[in-house]
RNA sequence: GCAGGUGUGAUCUAGUCUGGUAGGAUCCAAGCUUCCCAAGCUUGAUGCUCGGGUUCAAAUCCCGGCACCUGCACCA
């Protein structure tokens, strides 16, 4: 059994591990499974609560960001705001001869305009009528066939409104932001962050959980003016390095402050950002030196996006995209704006209001009303918006209102120079997002957390994210021991720290069995607990011992788990 | 979706070519052992991916589905 590539793992020995510790399995697996499901086990739904936990941590506690919980089946004028439902919704041909599929629409651009716009039906003359044949190998391609990548639903049981299952949790904190910008007091920046479950219906998910079709993930977007796009903490962590990939250069380390002035970085709240994804997956347990910030390539990058950076694990599959962070502009509101009638908006207010002297157009209701009856209130209101320079107040204006000209005589209206007071602006406000996978955050844990000795298997899981905190034995199940040790473990629990109680194998086996697992410590009681009232505290990655009065334990524990407290700094 | 490969207890695997009682190892469980690093012993549980066909007889041969792996395509 080789690994894939050299001096990473084996997908299948993680897979196997995964599936014989229940930490996850594919899902339906007795009814023949299906592809792109799995299930998270015990061990690995309390890993994947622990990973959520260390990021709200983060984001939540530490960045102050707040979180909200929307709905997964969502209609479908949401998707056709963001964008999804036309990028969702290809139409794929493929070769009779080769098998190869393409996209119908980039073989037509050559030769008609805006294929992206086209109906299948249009595609398929379109290409009969042009001659398109196979860009291989010439063959005969097939009719235009549609390919959606969102799984499509039907709100209401009778039929009712088409809605869909959302492809990411980003777009409720968009349509939304009227509201949230609110609940922040108006003011900027603010963030907001979302976990849960995405959907996409993947032609052909592989492997294993990282490229599920039902999948998890932690999103945050934050959103700033765009003249002022700054982040309390920046300062503090500008000398920090990053190992960068940028487009077009070598791989380098570079501080927070020398990639933006370099202008390699964007700006500062996009290195911040990637900053805080560094921190939290070290924290998580990943291994720095497999880790890097790759940038988007001006072409893969979307075309509003102003600067896009993923976060990339080496992985027993390769290289593989954990975390997005992506300055999206104003995109995502804007796109909301124009297809709501919200006003997703902030309004910037200037140190001081500004004067401003302006020659304004005064429409005569009074004397427009009987001229124009019904079509009165739309002339004043253009009226009111049309530029005045050089209009002469004697003469009348014309107006195209609708494709017919409408004459306004001069007693309609007056013209005059008014002083406004203008005291602030409304912008659409930029967003910075960071986008993590989770599930395939949880495989890299997996991936560059397991150790091997001969045959022996350790998970190397920091404390914070391990499933089981302690392991708890008695050396014997006899003589009390076990009575002895199910109390400490009962007492361990109430103070919220997840244990094991093992009392079955030699104690060599317990040890074996929580090392894999990931369990940090294990605490055995023995004869000597009796006589002394300690029991053992044992370190997985040492396998060093130290004793502990019972008394002092649930301390102990709490601290260890905590981190507040080191193994080697135990009294 | 296409092409190729693979599918045997929870895991790794023998058996498939050449049809004839499904075997081992690990793990798991119960027990013995004053048992601190997967020791040993006893006992036990769990399996041929699913469906159809051929045959007296199918894990084995044939057809189809499903899943997994690799490549292609796809990847907001």
Same mark, same amino acid.
């Given at each position: 059994?080789?690994?894939?590539?050299?001096?990473?793992?084996?997908?299948?020995?993680?897979?196997?591990?995964?599936?014989? $510790?229940?930490?996850?399995?594919?899902?339906?697996?007795?009814?023949?499974?299906?592809?792109?499901?799995?299930?998270?086990?015990?061990?690995?739904?309390?890993?994947?609560?622990?990973?959520?936990?260390?990021?709200?941590?983060?984001?939540?506690?530490?960045?102050?960001?707040?979180?909200? =919980?929307?709905?997964?089946?969502?209609?479908?004028?949401?998707?056709?705001?963001?964008?999804?439902?036309?990028?969702?919704?290809?139409?794929?041909?493929?070769?009779?001869?080769?098998?190869?599929? =393409? $996209?119908?629409?980039?073989?037509?651009?050559?030769?008609?305009?805006?294929?992206?716009?086209?109906?299948?039906?249009?595609?398929?003359?379109?290409?009969?009528?042009?001659?398109?044949?196979?860009?291989?190998?010439?063959?005969?391609?097939?009719?235009?066939?549609?390919?959606?990548?969102?799984?499509?639903?039907?709100?209401?049981?009778?039929?009712?409104?088409?809605?869909?299952?959302?492809?990411?949790?980003?777009?409720?904190?968009?349509?939304?932001?009227?509201?949230?910008?609110?609940?922040?007091?108006?003011?900027?920046?603010?963030?907001?962050?979302?976990?849960?479950?995405?959907?996409?219906?993947?032609?052909?998910?592989?492997?294993?959980?990282?490229?599920?079709?039902? =999948?998890?993930?932690?999103?945050?977007?934050?959103?700033?003016?765009?003249?002022?796009?700054?982040?309390?903490?920046?300062?503090?962590?500008?000398?920090?390095?990053?190992?960068?990939?940028?487009?077009?250069?070598?791989?380098?380390?570079?501080?927070?402050?020398?990639?933006?002035?370099?202008?390699?970085?964007?700006?500062?709240?996009?290195?911040?950002?990637?900053?805080?994804?560094?921190?939290?997956?070290?924290?998580?347990?990943?291994?720095?030196?497999?880790?890097?910030?790759?940038?988007?390539?001006?072409?893969?990058?979307?075309?509003?996006?102003?600067?896009?950076?993923?976060?990339?694990?080496?992985?027993?599959?390769?290289?593989?995209?954990?975390?997005?962070?992506?300055?999206?502009?104003?995109?995502?509101?804007?796109?909301?704006?124009?297809?709501?009638?919200?006003?997703?908006?902030?309004?910037?207010?200037?140190?001081?209001?500004?004067?401003?002297?302006?020659?304004?157009?005064?429409?005569?209701?009074?004397?427009?009303?009987?001229?124009?009856?019904?079509?009165?209130?739309?002339?004043?209101? $253009?009226?009111?918006?049309?530029?005045?320079?050089?209009?002469?107040?004697?003469?009348?204006?014309?107006?195209?209102?609708?494709?017919?000209?409408?004459?306004?005589?001069?007693?309609?209206?007056?013209?005059?120079?008014?002083?406004?007071?203008?005291?602030?602006?409304?912008?659409?406000?930029?967003?910075?997002?960071?986008?993590?996978?989770?599930?395939?955050?949880?495989?890299?844990?997996?991936?560059?957390?397991?150790?091997?000795?001969?045959?022996?298997?350790?998970?190397?899981?920091?404390?914070?994210?391990?499933?089981?905190?302690?392991?708890?034995?008695?050396?014997?199940?006899?003589?009390?021991?076990?009575?002895?040790?199910?109390?400490?473990?009962?007492?361990?629990?109430?103070?919220?720290?997840?244990?094991?109680?093992?009392?079955?194998?030699?104690?060599?086996?317990?040890?074996? $069995?929580?090392?894999?697992?990931?369990?940090?410590?294990?605490?055995?009681?023995?004869?000597?607990?009796?006589?002394?009232?300690?029991?053992?505290?044992?370190?997985?990655?040492?396998?060093?011992?130290?004793?502990?009065?019972?008394?002092?334990?649930?301390?102990?524990?709490?601290?260890?788990?905590?981190?507040?407290?080191?193994?080697?700094?135990?009294?």
């Amino acid at each position: 059994m080789k690994p894939c590539y050299r001096d990473t793992m084996d997908p299948n020995i993680v897979l196997g591990l995964a599936k014989r $510790r229940g930490f996850f399995f594919p899902s339906f697996e007795i009814y023949g499974g299906m592809a792109g499901m799995y299930d998270y086990g015990p061990l690995g739904s309390a890993m994947k609560n622990n990973i959520e936990s260390l990021w709200r941590k983060n984001y939540v506690l530490h960045e102050g960001l707040s979180e909200i =919980f929307s709905p997964i089946i969502s209609p479908e004028e949401v998707f056709r705001a963001s964008g999804h439902l036309a990028e969702f919704s290809d139409f794929s041909v493929q070769c009779q001869k080769c098998k190869q599929a =393409f $996209r119908a629409d980039h073989l037509l651009e050559e030769v008609v305009d805006n294929p992206d716009s086209m109906s299948q039906k249009e595609l398929g003359e379109a290409m009969v009528s042009n001659d398109i044949k196979c860009p291989s190998c010439k063959g005969e391609l097939s009719e235009p066939v549609a390919v959606n990548l969102m799984f499509k639903t039907t709100v209401g049981p009778l039929g009712g409104r088409d809605g869909y299952m959302r492809p990411e949790t980003a777009q409720a904190m968009f349509f939304n932001f009227h509201l949230l910008h609110r609940f922040y007091r108006e003011k900027l920046p603010f963030g907001i962050v979302q976990l849960g479950k995405g959907f996409r219906n993947e032609i052909s998910p592989r492997q294993g959980i990282t490229r599920l079709r039902e =999948f998890n993930m932690m999103e945050a977007e934050v959103f700033f003016d765009p003249e002022n796009k700054v982040w309390p903490g920046f300062a503090e962590v500008a000398d920090l390095k990053l190992r960068l990939l940028p487009d077009g250069l070598e791989e380098q380390e570079l501080s927070l402050k020398d990639a933006v002035s370099k202008g390699i970085i964007a700006n500062e709240p996009l290195a911040y950002f990637m900053h805080v994804t560094k921190k939290i997956l070290l924290a998580a347990g990943l291994d720095d030196k497999r880790l890097r910030f790759r940038q988007h390539l001006k072409t893969e990058m979307a075309h509003y996006a102003e600067d896009c950076w993923d976060c990339e694990a080496l992985t027993g599959y390769g290289w593989l995209e954990l975390v997005g962070v992506a300055d999206r502009g104003c995109y995502d509101l804007q796109s909301h704006i124009d297809h709501s009638d919200a006003e997703l908006t902030a309004f910037i207010r200037f140190p001081e209001p500004i004067e401003m002297e302006a020659t304004v157009i005064v429409p005569n209701l009074s004397a427009l009303g009987p001229l124009f009856k019904g079509k009165a209130g739309a002339i004043a209101t $253009r009226l009111g918006e049309m530029p005045c320079d050089g209009l002469d107040a004697t003469m009348p204006i014309v107006l195209d209102m609708d494709g017919e000209e409408v004459t306004v005589p001069a007693n309609c209206f007056t013209i005059s120079q008014e002083i406004k007071k203008v005291s602030g602006k409304r912008i659409v406000p930029h967003v910075i997002e960071p986008s993590y996978g989770l599930d395939r955050i949880f495989y890299t844990v997996m991936d560059h957390n397991y150790k091997e000795d001969g045959e022996y298997v350790t998970l190397g899981l920091p404390i914070a994210i391990a499933p089981i905190k302690f392991g708890v034995f008695p050396l014997m199940t006899k003589d009390g021991l076990d009575d002895i040790a199910s109390e400490v473990d009962k007492k361990l629990r109430q103070k919220g720290l997840l244990t094991y109680y093992d009392g079955s194998g030699t104690i060599g086996r317990r040890y074996a $069995r929580m090392d894999e697992a990931g369990t940090p410590f294990c605490i055995t009681v023995d004869y000597e607990s009796k006589e002394d009232d300690c029991v053992t505290i044992r370190d997985r990655d040492t396998k060093d011992q130290k004793r502990v009065k019972m008394d002092d334990l649930d301390k102990v524990a709490i601290s260890l788990a905590d981190s507040s407290l080191t193994f080697e700094a135990i009294g």
